[in-house]
Each structure stands twice: as structure tokens, then as C-alpha cells.
């Protein structure tokens, strides 16, 4: 089992930037990839961006593209993601999510998710 715990959310205004932090409670927790989600009430939780653990490779959902970037701290056992430009659609709980395996697409077959972090953009 691991844990992953999220921070950096918050209020921002539009044209803002924010940066969300998740770190993962096992530094030698195996896994393929981790990833950031988001919801908003009555909506499905959707993809925002992934990356491969040991490889770096990233994918966005194009309503972030050229905005938000993923990163991660393989020493800190860390996933980041810089939210820059934000939009009041950005408004959303935020989850981090990690994958144990698997080497296709970096926005499915997630196994852990943390709590959620909450962004608001207002206009």
C-alpha cells in the first residue's frame, strides 16, 4: 500500500499560477506512472496529465496543452504540477494518482489516489 498526499491547491485569480505537489508515503513503492485528475460536482472525474515514472513521458488533455506542466522528483518520490494561466473552467478538486504497471496510455489503470486538493479560479 501507499499513501499519496497532495498540496498546493487554492484560491487563485485568472492568469494566476499554482503549483500542486503530491508526494507518495513509500519512496521505493513501485510503479509505471502517476498522474493528475480532476473533478467538479456532478461531472466524471477527468484526466489532466500523466507521466511515465521511469521514462518522463507526458500526455495533457488539451483543455490544459501549452498551460499545465507534470513533473516529478524520483528522489522525493514526487509528482508536481504547474498549473500556469489558469481559467475559472480550471476550478476543480484535484487528485493525484499512481500507477503500479502498465506501458500504454498515461490515463488509465490508475491504482492509488490521494484526497483531492482544491483549486479555484476566479475571474
Known amino acids: 500500500q501507499v499513501q499519496l498526499e497532495e498540496s498546493g491547491g487554492g484560491l487563485a485569480q485568472a492568469g494566476d499560477s499554482l503549483r500542486l505537489s503530491c508526494a507518495a508515503s513509500?519512496?521505493?513503492?513501485?510503479?509505471?506512472?502517476m498522474g493528475w485528475f480532476r473533478q467538479t460536482p456532478g461531472k466524471e472525474r477527468e484526466f489532466v496529465a500523466g507521466?511515465?515514472?521511469?521514462?518522463?513521458?507526458?500526455d495533457y488533455a488539451d483543455s490544459v496543452k501549452g498551460r499545465f506542466t507534470i513533473s516529478r522528483d524520483s528522489a522525493k518520490s514526487t509528482v508536481y504540477l504547474q498549473m500556469n494561466s489558469l481559467k475559472p473552467g480550471d476550478t476543480a478538486v484535484y487528485y493525484c494518482?499512481?500507477?503500479?504497471?502498465?506501458?500504454?496510455?498515461?490515463?488509465?489503470?490508475?491504482?492509488?489516489w490521494g484526497q483531492g486538493t482544491q483549486v479555484t479560479v476566479d475571474s
Open positions: 513509500r519512496r521505493t513503492f513501485s510503479r509505471s506512472a
Open positions: 507521466i511515465g515514472w521511469t521514462t518522463g513521458r507526458t
Open positions: 494518482a499512481l500507477r503500479k504497471a502498465g506501458y500504454l496510455s498515461l490515463r488509465v489503470d490508475y491504482d492509488y
